[in-house]
């Protein structure tokens, strides 16, 4: 490709609404053009990274075994009326109607599309196992859509399903796409971690995050140095931090604490470590009745140590929570331990509340809580001397670094990544609710085992941005680069030497599969310099007089301090070997 035939629109400023760095690269790079809140259209640029994305999913699933169809973006709301999500999904989910005000959604995913493919298409145990796949536009109506292609409206992801006979298939199913997912990373050349994760809307029971690793991404990343134990924040587990329960060693002492509300000025105004405090956090959960109305409230105390903070993804899996559950109101909490929220306890409640206790807090002794009465707490709380065991014990906090390692070989770090990619085992969450079926080796029907598995294409841009970038721009790795390599002829318009050398080792590269551009423009060398640095080609070669004179060109890798020369002869293999061929 040549400049002149191919489209380059660089910026030297941000737009001022692109407020992190892949979207403000992305901009000047021309690699998108906003449209509207959360849409872009992509650019030549941008389309060129977006498809060799896109062939390295293509041959990574077909090498698994998955077989690629195309559903369409906009589906019969029927489909997922079947499923609950129609109702359930929220504002997220783009409902529309036709001219015969026949209900439609915009895609944000396909279990109901394809799973209505596998109830009429694979009826036999003979048709089994199959994993179908496409890469498609998604729309999520996202109520802040915010950092360029990080959180957009539309989008493009692959979506991969499988579909199994049993919970067996269904697993070897899943650690193949797994696999296949470790081979995709790999390729990008990315550094990422695959972790356990929650299952969250899709539902399911066994799930993993791809996070591509980077200072600004937005979730957290439990792992341990030591072991291959990593999760995200929801999922990491809070082991107990004490060997057991000591006994009780101050008496209960019910004491003054002047405008003292949270753990941390409690723990300071009475000259105790923070961890030797607990703090309340009251929870409800709701029966409805047949209109709909809530008919009755139970309220929960929650208990953590005063310097953890509490996963409410954990909470929701307690007994009891995982229907769903919300914060307590002021009058509810007023009702139930006779005081506003700051001075909340377990001892002296005025209604019966279900206790649960973090694993750490039930080991705990000698504890202080709030008393249930303003500018009151109570020291020296024990478990049985002073109030009943909890009704539950559970895994309820964040883990912090430091903490052991669930797998006990060694300690947690936390660092930030971006989920660019996700794996889920459903089982039958949806071919049961859409009777999917198929007969099995004795004719009996049986539902299928499902998994899915998806890869956010055009959020792998901005990740490898995120995470490949410096104070001149974007440094692509060079797999999913828009050109392996640049060449910059000085003089290319004035120089017939310089034309004649740049048009050969042009056509040289080419001939050795290559995918390199010859700017040819006849700009200015900083100008020129420039661009391609903000673009991130990972090898550039510059052609000038001087340099054919001495019989030397110029070559420097984008990351590259300085530019090495290289014999006229001798490019070709150097840039050949500088991209690892």
Not at 100 to 122: C, F, K, M, N, W
Not at 330 to 335: G, H, K
């Amino acid at each position: 490709m040549k400049a002149t035939q191919f489209f380059i629109s660089t910026l030297k400023e941000a737009p001022a609404d692109a407020e992190v760095v892949s979207h403000q690269l992305m901009m000047r790079a021309g690699m998108i053009k906003r449209l509207g809140a959360g849409i872009y259209n992509y650019m030549p640029m941008g389309l060129r990274v977006i498809r060799k994305v896109e062939r390295i999913i293509r041959e990574e699933m077909e090498r698994a075994g998955a077989v690629e169809l195309l559903m369409p973006v906009v589906q019969p709301a029927e489909l997922w009326q079947e499923t609950g999500r129609f109702e359930k999904m929220g504002p997220e989910l783009m409902r529309v109607k036709d001219r015969h005000d026949r209900d439609y959604i915009i895609q944000p995913t396909s279990e109901e599309v394809v799973t209505d493919i596998a109830r009429q298409e694979l009826r036999s145990y003979k048709q089994l196992p199959k994993n179908f796949y496409h890469i498609q536009t998604k729309f999520r109506d996202e109520r802040r859509p915010r950092f360029g292609v990080m959180r957009g409206r539309e989008f493009t992801m692959k979506d991969a399903y499988s579909f199994d006979r049993d919970e067996a298939g269904a697993t070897k199913s899943y650690e193949s796409m797994f696999a296949a997912y470790k081979r995709i990373f790999d390729r990008f050349g990315l550094a990422y971690r695959a972790v356990a994760a929650d299952t969250g809307a899709i539902g399911g029971d066994l799930s993993h995050e791809f996070q591509v690793i980077a200072d600004t991404g937005e979730d957290a990343i439990v792992y341990c140095p030591t072991s291959d134990y990593a999760a995200n924040i929801e999922l990491a587990e809070g082991v107990a931090l004490l060997p057991a329960r000591a006994a009780a060693a101050n008496a209960l002492v019910r004491t003054p604490t002047p405008g003292k509300s949270t753990c941390a000025d409690v723990a300071q105004f009475l000259g105790l470590p923070l961890t030797q405090t607990v703090k309340s956090l009251v929870l409800a959960t709701d029966e409805l009745d047949d209109k709909g109305d809530i008919a009755k409230s139970t309220i929960w105390l929650l208990l953590l140590r005063g310097d953890h903070d509490m996963n409410e993804v954990k909470a929701g899996k307690v007994e009891g929570l995982r229907g769903g559950f919300r914060f307590a109101t002021v009058s509810e909490i007023e009702d139930h331990f006779g005081t506003k929220p700051g001075y909340l306890g377990p001892i002296g409640l005025k209604k019966p509340v279900k206790i649960v206790a973090d694993r750490t807090v039930a080991l705990m002794s000698d504890w202080v809580c709030g008393g249930n009465e303003a500018d009151v707490h109570i020291t020296g709380v024990n478990w049985g001397r002073d109030l009943p065991e909890p009704d539950a014990v559970a895994d309820l906090r964040n883990v912090v670094e430091g903490d052991p390692s669930p797998d006990g070989k060694g300690v947690l770090a936390i660092q930030r990544g971006i989920e660019v990619g996700h794996v889920f085992y459903l089982g039958t969450k949806y071919s049961k609710a859409m009777n999917a079926t198929f007969l099995d080796e004795t004719g009996k029907p049986k539902l299928m085992e499902m998994g899915c598995y998806g890869i956010g294409v055009t959020r792998i841009l901005g990740a490898a941005i995120e995470q490949n970038h410096d104070g001149r721009g974007i440094i692509w790795p060079v797999s999913i680069a828009p050109f392996e390599a640049v060449l910059c002829p000085i003089g290319y318009d004035r120089s017939e030497e310089v034309k004649t050398a740049a048009d050969q080792l042009y056509a040289e590269l080419k001939a050795a599969g290559v995918d390199v551009l010859l700017d040819d423009r006849g700009e200015r060398p900083g100008a020129m310099f420039a661009d391609w640095e903000l673009v991130g080609v990972p090898q550039r070669v510059v052609i000038s007089d001087r340099g054919l004179k001495e019989g030397l060109l110029e070559v420097q890798g984008r990351r590259d301090a300085e530019a090495a020369k290289i014999a006229t002869t001798d490019v070709v293999a150097s840039v050949l070997a500088r991209l690892g061929r």
